[in-house]
C-alpha cells in the first residue's frame, strides 16, 4: 500500500512523534488502521481518502502509550498544520478528517459513514491493548463482520506490521539522519 501523503509530509508528521515509531501506538498500529480501513472502506462506500489520512494522523500526536485524552484533537491540528501539502481535500472532507480524529476515542458510533469507518478500522486492532472490540461499539456492519476475523485479531494480538510498514520506518530512519548531519 502506498501512502496517501507525500515522504515529505510523511517524515514530518513521524518529527515530533514522541513514542516509540515501532510502539504500541505507533507505525505498526497505523498500518493495520490503514488496512483495515481499506478493507472497509470497499464495504461502507467511506472516502477511503480521508480514512487512510485517518491511520496516520489520528495517533500521532500521542505523548504516552497509556491515557492521552487530547491526542485525538491534536492529531486533528498537525492534519490542519499541514492541510496545504495534504492531497486537495474540500473543506467537507476535512471536517470528516478532523472529526474522526478529535473523536476517535470517545467511545461514539453515530456519525457519517466516513467517520464510522475511521474509528472502526481503529477499533478493529484493539487487540493489541488485549481487549477484543464489541460488537455494540462497532458502528458498521462490515466492522463486525471482521471482528471474528481470527487471522485480523493475532496480527494484531501479536503486533504484526503490514509489509509496507517497514518502508514507512526506512523513511522516518531516512529522515533522521538528515536532520543529524
Given at each position: 500500500?502506498?501512502?496517501?501523503?507525500?515522504?515529505?509530509?510523511f517524515?514530518?508528521?513521524?518529527?515530533?512523534?514522541?513514542?516509540?515509531?515501532?510502539?504500541?501506538?505507533?507505525?505498526?498500529?497505523?498500518?493495520?488502521?490503514l488496512?483495515?480501513g481499506?478493507?472497509?472502506?470497499?464495504?461502507?462506500?467511506?472516502?477511503?481518502?480521508?480514512?487512510?489520512?485517518?491511520?496516520l494522523?489520528?495517533?500521532?500526536?500521542r505523548?504516552?502509550?497509556h491515557?492521552?485524552?487530547?491526542?485525538?484533537?491534536?492529531?486533528?491540528?498537525?492534519?490542519?498544520?499541514?492541510?496545504d501539502?495534504?492531497?486537495?481535500?474540500?473543506?467537507?472532507?476535512?471536517?470528516?478528517?478532523?472529526?474522526?480524529?478529535?473523536?476517535?476515542?470517545?467511545?461514539?458510533?453515530?456519525?457519517?459513514?466516513?467517520?464510522?469507518?475511521?474509528?472502526?478500522a481503529?477499533?478493529?486492532?484493539?487487540?493489541?491493548?488485549?481487549?477484543?472490540?464489541?460488537?455494540?461499539?462497532?458502528?458498521?456492519d462490515?466492522?463486525?463482520?471482521l471482528?471474528?476475523?481470527?487471522?485480523?485479531?493475532?496480527?494484531?494480538?501479536?503486533h504484526k506490521?503490514?509489509?509496507?510498514v517497514?518502508?514507512?520506518?526506512?523513511?522516518?530512519?531516512?529522515?533522521r539522519?538528515?536532520?543529524?548531519?
Open positions: 500500500m502506498s501512502l496517501p501523503v507525500s515522504t515529505e509530509v517524515q514530518r508528521i513521524l518529527r515530533d512523534y514522541e513514542l516509540e515509531p515501532m510502539g504500541i501506538h505507533g507505525l505498526p498500529h497505523w498500518g493495520r488502521v488496512v483495515h481499506a478493507r472497509l472502506a470497499a464495504d461502507t462506500r467511506a472516502d477511503l481518502l480521508i480514512v487512510e489520512l485517518f491511520a494522523f489520528h495517533d500521532a500526536r505523548v504516552n502509550e491515557r492521552d485524552p487530547d491526542h485525538g484533537q491534536r492529531g486533528g491540528d498537525l492534519a490542519h498544520t499541514l492541510r501539502r495534504l492531497p486537495p481535500l474540500t473543506n467537507a472532507q476535512f471536517d470528516l478528517l478532523y472529526f474522526a480524529c478529535k473523536y476517535h476515542t470517545k467511545g461514539h458510533t453515530e456519525a457519517d459513514v466516513t467517520v464510522q469507518t475511521c474509528w472502526d481503529d477499533r478493529l486492532d484493539l487487540h493489541r491493548v488485549g481487549v477484543s472490540p464489541h460488537p455494540k461499539r462497532l458502528c458498521t462490515a466492522a463486525r463482520q471482528a471474528h476475523d481470527k487471522e485480523l485479531a493475532e496480527r494484531s494480538m501479536y506490521p503490514p509489509g509496507f517497514e518502508e514507512w520506518l526506512e523513511l522516518a530512519k531516512s529522515d539522519s538528515a536532520r543529524l548531519d
